[in-house]
């Protein structure tokens, strides 16, 4: 049964940094693209960040490509997102979310991988609060 597991969240102070983990289980990253997305209380939701499973390219939100950075270890199935200099807007629930590739004929993502009608399979979500 395929499933993503969110870890990483919790309380910070602005400025600190928080690495979130998205671990895969009953699928193989490699033909998956895996995206980040974050809901914040009575926003939309908003697609911040993905990456290819197969060839490790990346996609950035513009809100946040000079803070976050994705990565993955595949021999781990797992998906990270780190973010550095946490700010309170950065406050919501962060989900990931995985994108068949081979299903899209796709290798490398793009700005698109944050606007598919739908998903493969989510996560439960992790909160992230940034407070002082």
């Known amino acids: 049964q395929a499933q993503l597991v969110e870890s990483g969240g919790g309380l910070v102070r602005p400025g600190e940094s928080l690495r979130l983990s998205c671990a895969i289980s009953?699928?193989?990253?490699?033909?998956?693209?895996i995206v980040w997305f974050r809901q914040a209380p009575g926003k939309e939701r908003e697609g911040v960040s993905c990456i290819s499973g197969s060839d490790g390219s990346t996609y950035y939100a513009d809100s946040v490509k000079d803070r976050f950075t994705i990565s993955s270890d595949n021999a781990k199935n797992t998906v990270y997102l780190q973010i550095h200099n946490l700010e309170p807007a950065d406050t919501a629930v962060y989900y990931c979310?995985?994108?068949?590739?081979?299903?899209?004929?796709?290798?490398?993502?793009?700005?698109?991988?944050?606007?598919?009608?739908?998903?493969?399979?989510w996560g439960q979500g992790t909160q992230v609060t940034v407070s002082s």
């Open positions: 009953g699928f193989y990253l490699d033909y998956y693209a």
């Open positions: 979310a995985a994108d068949d590739l081979i299903e899209r004929s796709m290798v490398t993502v793009d700005a698109s991988c944050v606007a598919r009608r739908s998903y493969d399979y």
